[in-house]
């Protein structure tokens, strides 16, 4: 075991994929930035300064202090505060937690959906297919942040408006989830429309196996490598969209807030002089977003033969 663990990283450093990373300065410095990010929001408890969801520890004298580097600014508050006197530096940390959550769950939650209706549509045919392709179409027409109002707006409506605050998160998941799994399925429909008619799936068939158990063993494994490839890209997406549902007003809220939300609340004072409270959560959402598209965009490129 102790000899194979090395023998199997030497084969992926190796490898086309780990050659093709190497050399591209690109792809390491969006890799470097997004693996900083990541790791801020993950360690947010340990590296932040302070806490902001802490209200004990909040100075309401503190208000509005700029960044260290600037004339009146105060090295306990690196990048300022905001107007409850929370450190917005610690406010990213913990705002990209959330931020990130969504994202990756909401990815998750697309890419289930979406890949099970697609392996269903491609391998059923008929009916099934048309009646699935018909719904992601009329779906396309629309863009997604109004599917995600919408599914907010029928969640807000069902639970309340006092249980939609307790389960904003979930909800947001939900909405993003709902209005992108179109791309994943129509991918997905698509090769396996093709891997169907191969010999493998025709001897699995004549052997007497279940349509599920082929779509899950035989069909599912060779049609993620697309799927990986969509879902670095829609991560990206993911998160601009719960930042853009968090300014609009019906994303997180002010008590846990995400990017977005640090935006919105930043924007009302980005006029009057406090410009640091809404700049920095737009920086730090900037990076992220670009280093995952571009992280999404190598990994496309490696993946493709025809560039090899």
Sequence with gaps: MNGAEPARWRRWWESDLAWSFRHSPVAIVAAFVALVCVGGAAFAPWIA???????????????????????????????????????????????????????????????????????LA????????????????????????LIALLVDGVARVVLG??????????????????????????????????????????????IGRHPAAIMASHLLPNVLGPVLVIATIHLATAIITEATLSFLGVGMPVTTPSLGTLIRVGNDFLFSGEWWITVFPGVALIALVLSVNLLGDWLRDALNPRLR
Excluded at 90 to 117: C, E, H, N, P, T
Excluded at 124 to 142: N, P
Excluded at 177 to 192: C, D, E, F, P
């Design 161 to 206: 408006d006092a249980a939609h605050g307790g389960q904003a998160l979930w909800v947001l998941i939900a909405s993003i989830g709902l209005s992108g799994w179109v791309q994943y399925a129509r991918t997905v429909r698509g090769s396996t429309l093709v891997e169907k008619r191969k010999e493998y799936i025709q001897a699995a068939r004549v």
């Design 122 to 145: 491609g391998y059923a045919g008929g009916t099934t297919e048309a009646f699935i392709m018909r719904v992601a179409d009329v779906q396309l027409s629309f863009p997604a942040i």
């Design 49 to 119: 300064p302070h806490d902001p969801f802490d209200l004990a520890s909040l100075e309401l004298m503190d208000a509005l202090s700029p960044p260290a580097w600037l004339e009146e600014g105060r090295r306990l508050y690196l990048l300022g505060t905001d107007d409850q006197g929370r450190d917005v530096l610690s406010g990213i940390l913990y705002g990209a937690r959330i931020s990130l959550l969504v994202g990756v769950a909401s990815v998750v939650v697309s890419m289930v959906l979406g890949v099970s209706l697609g392996l």
